[in-house]
């Protein structure tokens, strides 16, 4: 398996820095739940996220352009994600390292499999 890479962009922080972050800014606020609070939490705004892209795109009819406050939506529904890993035990960047290697690997043996076979597959 190959060794996971880190990413760091600016001053942002990696993904398991950014787990502590949520974690200390939900203590501080007393922002922890439980896992069942968290996950109705985050259904509603994805679903507020659904609703503003529909909206924004006469229900697809348009392209979709980022409102002012996307970034911010997303920041939100991002930081749920982070503390429901931390309220269920998840280390979220090897999960998604692990996730995005599995990924990887299925994307390539399709990728194999089709070069393989075109295009007499039969």
Known sequence: MPEPIRRKVGSVPVTGDLQARVAQSADVAELHAP????????QTLLGALGATVTSGTNRGRRPFRP?????HRLGELAYGVFLLADQSGVDLAEAVELTAQHLELRGQASKAKTEEG????G
């Open 67 to 71: 409102e002012q406050d996307w970034g």
């Open 35 to 42: 896992v069942p609070t968290l996950l109705l939490e985050l």
């Open 118 to 121: 075109w295009p007499f597959e």
